[in-house]
């Protein structure tokens, strides 16, 4: 079985960023799943983008969460559910 990537669409000095990030490891440990940090403010066509979402986490482009993590739909994916493709 290949590792899940989920990306974190996040930014330095935001609390709700650090939140995501902290709720997200221990399901991404328990998964074995690969999640990808990138700072919005690096790319200006994240910005242009992203930038009110933030976090926001993704996997394969697809928003899973945004603001807040959400446990259930996250392990839905990393269970391979729901997601065409997988």
């Known amino acids: 079985m290949r590792a899940i ?4 669409i996040s930014r ?20 074995g799943a690969e999640v990808e940090v990138l700072d ?9 983008r992203y930038d009110e979402l933030v976090p926001l ?9 945004h603001y807040f993590l959400d ?3 996250v392990r839905d994916c990393l ?4 997601f065409p493709g997988e």
């Open 79 to 82: 269970r391979g559910i729901g």
């Open 40 to 48: 919005v403010d690096d790319d200006p066509a994240l910005v242009e």
């Open 5 to 8: 990537k989920l990306t974190l």
């Open 57 to 65: 986490l993704l996997h394969n482009g697809v928003e899973l969460c």
């Open 12 to 31: 330095s000095f935001c609390h709700l960023c650090s939140d995501m990030e902290a709720a997200l490891a221990p399901l991404a440990a328990e998964f």
């Open 71 to 73: 446990a259930g739909r």
